[in-house]
């Protein structure tokens, strides 16, 4: 009788249960959480670089520069992280430029939420309690693997990561119930 309930179910049914359940099984709940998470935000990441880019593009074509409708505090530090290529010779090599760098911004979204997801979800059984503390130690190290990612790391750069990414996990576990 298995094939008589999946003619019954109907495409909302399906729609109503995706979040219950992931594309494959990787037979362990932490590594399914894991790779649910990560290519979630990987797809999250890809987008954002995608539109982040088109808008900054139609900025341009507009305005001629970013400058004139930008703060500079936005436009200094991000003309050169944006993409070098996209103004190539020609269109071939604009479309690798955005590829490169909405693969390696997909890589470190998903990167962030993989891990965290993982640690907090490790730490959770291996404690048996969901607290402040694995928030901070999960962000903490996050922070730093995600800081190792960056092009030009410094060591003051990771530090300051792990401590962001500590204290924002951490914000975020403590103000989860009050809002």
């Given amino acids: 009788m298995g094939g008589s309930n999946l003619e019954t179910r109907s495409?909302?049914?399906?729609?109503?249960?995706?979040?219950?359940?992931?594309?494959?099984?990787?037979?362990?709940?932490?590594l399914n959480r894991i790779a649910q998470t990560f290519l979630t935000a990987a797809g999250i990441g890809a987008a954002q670089a995608v539109s982040r880019e088109a808008y900054f593009s139609a900025v341009e074509?507009?305005?001629?520069?970013?400058?004139?409708?930008?703060?500079?505090?936005?436009?200094?530090?991000?003309?050169?992280?944006?993409?070098?290529?996209?103004?190539?010779?020609?269109?071939r090599k604009s479309v690798e430029a955005l590829v490169k760098s909405t693969g390696k911004e997909s890589l470190q979204w998903g990167l962030a939420a993989g891990v965290y997801s993982g640690l907090t979800y490790g730490l959770k059984e291996a404690r048996g309690v969901h607290d402040w503390k694995?928030?901070?130690?999960?962000g903490a190290i996050?922070?730093?693997?995600?800081?190792?990612?960056?092009?030009?790391?410094?060591?003051?750069?990771?530090?300051?990561?792990?401590i962001t990414g500590a204290a924002i996990s951490t914000a975020a576990n403590l103000l989860t119930g009050i809002f």
């Avoid at 495409?11 to 932490?30: A, T, Y």
Wanted: net charge negative; proline share 5%.
């Fill in 11 to 30: 495409l909302l049914d399906e729609l109503r249960n995706i979040d219950k359940k992931f594309l494959f099984d990787l037979g362990h709940p932490l």
């Fill in 61 to 91: 074509s507009v305005n001629g520069d970013l400058t004139s409708c930008l703060p500079p505090e936005i436009t200094a530090p991000k003309k050169a992280q944006r993409l070098s290529g996209v103004r190539g010779e020609n269109n």
């Fill in 134 to 138: 694995n928030s901070a130690l999960a």
């Fill in 142 to 162: 996050t922070g730093g693997a995600l800081a190792l990612t960056l092009d030009n790391h410094s060591h003051e750069q990771v530090v300051q990561c792990v």
